[in-house]
């Protein structure tokens, strides 16, 4: 069956705003790009902070690697990974397997579009052109709060946002609460603003041999390497039911008093298995365009 | 530098009947001891159409300019006088779920960093433009607050491109949100905006003296030879080169309105309009060296050519229009026609470089005192993107820009932080200019 994109409404924009430094980070993208692929979502922008480069380069290959090799996306397509170039944090260790994996003719195993900070972007102007991509957008940040706020703080951006961002997703967990006051700003601003306490990743820890054979559908995988590297004996998944939340607001695994996420009683098996086979799940393809 | 006795104003003009032409910076009009650095800084954007092949345009490496290839090798003469900025994005160009018409936006967001309201009518909405808002404050120093110069005539209505208006097409500077400075594309026009009549003129006398062919320069023929009695020789031999080159640039004027009034066959030439685009370029540009130098407006605009140009450049054996040809599709034929023209453009870019560089003002060049960007709100026209956009910055500002060098900006970074780093050097002050996130950093190396 072939399907018109024009004649499907257009997904809701995310913009995912991560220090990209835990395994749960790395599964959260992951499904974010699955959402995408199936058109429940539209990748809007993802930037980086509160991490070292490497973080900023695994964003851009986890994008490549489901959305294709395009070195330089044009402005109509997916934008560049954001990154705050002034930081001089470390690459987190997470990262590293995926990056330095080689293929047998020693190229890396995974293509990338990032070499140097200048092939990243400004995260302020980053985040506010990844808000006003569309006419609806969620946000989803997991990182110190400073250059969200920095770009709410534009001229004329938060109007932008006020009609924009349909909501805020907080993840309480790592280091989102670094920078006080700018978390204060990003808390706000007049949409809604849901937190994700850190209880609710702690209620849905997963073991890593949960994950053995899950990513078997590619022979190699960069999340999968993120999560072989990144997980001790089990993982919290602090960003991954941010994220779940964000893109399906309704889902009975959840809800939401004084906004404050959390799980619903007895919800967490069930979630547990829905969250995994989102993160974990082959992309849908691209629809077939009718003539 | 001769210092006399003397000082003259530096807003002093040659005035006849109905006629003012304001005079070249001379040593008479600088007080003793008075440093360059305190010289008035042009300011001057020109625009060229429909994006460039950037796989010709960027420099391999960061830092120091090594000999510069493909597009920009006709700007080496000037090398050390630009810096090419890459990288920089004008977001607003994009679609946001308003469809297509990226020309439309191209050109209208540019200079404002606003986004463009999707309309053919009249209810056209944008934003300030970067000119513009440095002309609120500079623009009372000079006769002409600003000068907006383009080689297309200029439509102000009427669907352009997909559902926008062609004033977002063709105007380049904007007033107001809601009011565009519409280009002068006739020479004559800008020749007497610049050097001719006021709107004092009478309207007869115009037609007396245009049909006699008489110079302006003979309506101040006695206060030219009064002031010339008064200078020293330094400034009589200045003003003797600069009122030759007004004359000179009067003869052009005369002779493209006199030139064949057919191009081809069936085809009549645009009245006034030199048959040959290098030929407009340099006429149109002389002019605005000619602005600079006698410091009648300190704010330039220069549109190469509108957002979907269909130009042909028979010149330089292009017979197509330059819009379709940048839909090439991967085409290497079209593509090697879109660098002919770009280079093109960049050749007679450079030339006007070249003029201001060779053009003293007291200790130092009008391009020292210039800042002038050549870019376009498009970088890949074929598919239209809006971000790593060509960029020149030519001038070093009065000392402020270390040029010389090609610097990389983080992606998306605003292609208005480059316009309200160049406002901050010439004193004016605003939060931003459109979408601008803050000053550029390391246009100087202070």
Known sequence: ?291 | MIVTGKSLSRRMVLKGIGTTIALPFLDAMTPAFARAADAPVRLAWFYVPNGIDMRHWTPAAEGPLDTLTGILAPMNPVKDEILVLSNLTTHWGRPLQDGPGDHGRALGSYMTGAQVYKTAGADLKLGISADQIAADVLGKDTRLPSLEVGLEEARQAGNCDSGYSCAYTYNLSWRTETQPLPPISEPRALFERLFGADADEPPAARARRLEMRRSILDEVLGTTSRLQAALGGSDRRKLDEYLTSVREIERQVQRAETDGVVVEPGMEKPFGIPVEFPDYFRLMTDMMVLAFKADITRISTMIVGREGSVRAYPEIGVNDGHHPLTHHQGNMDMLAKVRQINELHATLFAEFLIKLKNTREGDSTLLDQSLIVYGSGLSDGNVHTHDQLPTVLAGRGGGFVAPGRHIIYQRETPVTNLFLTMLHRVGVRPDHVGDSTGELRGVSLS
Not at chain 1, 109 to 131: E, F, G, K, W
Not at chain 1, 170 to 180: K, P, Q, Y
Not at chain 1, 218 to 223: M, Q
Request: with cysteine.
């Open chain 1, 1 to 291: 069956m072939t399907q018109d994109p024009k004649q499907t409404p257009s997904p809701i924009g995310v913009v995912y705003n991560t220090s990209m430094a835990r395994a749960d980070a790395a599964l959260a993208l992951a499904a974010l790009y699955v959402a995408a692929s199936r058109r429940q979502a539209r990748v809007n922008g993802v930037a980086v902070n509160g991490s070292g480069l490497g973080a900023a380069i695994f964003c851009d290959v986890v994008a490549r690697f489901y959305t294709g090799t395009a070195r330089t996306p044009s402005s109509n397509a997916v934008l560049p990974i954001g990154f705050d170039s002034d930081a001089t944090a470390a690459d987190p260790p997470m990262v590293g397997r995926a990056l330095a994996r080689t293929r047998p003719n020693g190229q890396p195993q995974y293509v990338r579009s990032i070499q140097r900070v200048s092939d990243t972007a400004a995260p302020d102007a980053l985040l506010r052109n990844a808000v006003t991509l569309t006419p609806e957008t969620i946000v989803v940040l997991s990182a110190p709060a400073t250059w969200l706020a920095q770009s709410i703080a534009l001229a004329g951006v938060e109007g932008q946002y006020e009609r924009r961002v349909k909501r805020v997703v907080i993840v309480e967990a790592g280091d989102t609460g670094r920078d006080a006051a700018a978390l204060k700003r990003v808390a706000a601003l007049p949409v809604p603003v849901v937190f994700c306490g850190s209880e609710v990743g702690e209620s849905l820890r997963v073991t890593a041999s949960r994950f053995d054979g899950a990513f078997a559908w590619a022979p190699a995988h960069p999340v999968a390497d993120a999560v072989a590297a990144g997980a001790a004996s089990d993982l919290p998944l602090h960003d991954l039911a941010a994220m779940y939340f964000a893109l399906s607001p309704e889902s009975p695994f959840f809800t939401v008093t004084d906004r404050r996420l959390s799980l619903a009683a007895g919800a967490a098996p069930a979630c547990l298995t829905e969250l995994l086979s989102l993160a974990t799940s082959r992309p849908a393809p691209p629809p077939a365009r009718t003539a």
